[in-house]
């Protein structure tokens, strides 16, 4: 049965002013992609101590509220031998789980794809609740093109969502229900905005179709920019205003919250965005970061691999969450940002 004043008290927990969310949940294959910014080969070793630098940064529960991890991070430990899920709640940190399995292409639709994982996912969110995680992410991909997304695509998606954040909130577990439009592209913002309002129009559409509960689930969007292809980057004010404009048309005002994903931007220039988002005022939902790679790049060309250099890199994390907790206030100063990028 699932018991609502948990999922409430857990979305409070993770929506919380001056911080936000680090997304720890790269498959172990992507994680092999951060690795090699550190010059590390991708072995289960290297990716349990990159964890374990950032779950026992000093200081980082002042800014982070939540950790979405994977499944074997789930199951990994310390050196010493504690559960990271143990580490992060013990620190009034809500551990997560994303549960998606990545995605396939849509047939008859070119360029559109739909996510895997729902076969055994109530047995499976028993049992990462048993292990600690009291949120999960799924993630659904779009990606803008003169003939994508189809509305077959943001459909069956949603439908896919809708049926995964039940079986979550049965589970005592938040949803966070991710639609990541992609920033890769040749599309303008106008373009984003539109196919962002549609893919929010359908997807909060069908979640109240089966009935979930919107005020125990969270969000987690794109910012709506221009693509990095596109010669007009947008700057952070058209950002702010695009994505405000598409939420106020796409999203209930009863959903528990709503988290941004960095999706290949900058460590800087998704801090910037926060920001000019918070600089719009209080919004019917509280908003903050969920961000992995934004996060992370920094944390991994401070250390290097090299053991003497993971001080230096908890503090690349302890300042990049920092700021982020000040954007989320609304307090972010670009300028005295002393991170080149
Ligand atoms: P990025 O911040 O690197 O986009 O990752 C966030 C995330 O959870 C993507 O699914």
Redesign the pocket.
Known sequence: MSNTNELYTTVSQMMQGGKGLL?A?ESDATAGKRLEIAGLPNQAGNRQDFREIMFTAPGIEEFLSGV?LYDSTLRESTDKGVPFADVLAARGIVPGI?VDMGTKPLPNQPGDVYTQGLDNLDERMREYYNLGARFA?W?MVVTISENTPSDAALEVNATQLALYALICQQANIVPMV?P?VLFQGTHSIERAEEVTTRVLQILFATLKKYHVDLKGLIL?SSFVLAGDQHPKQSTPEEVASATLRTFHLGVPREVGGIVF????QTPKR?TENLQAIAAFGKQPWPITF???????EPVLLAWQGKMENITLAQKALLYRAKMNGLAQLGKYDAARDTDKK
């Open positions: 997304a949940d979405i994303k992410k993630r991710e990541e987690k994903l960095s999706g290949g998704s969920s961000y992995s790679r934004a996060l992370e």
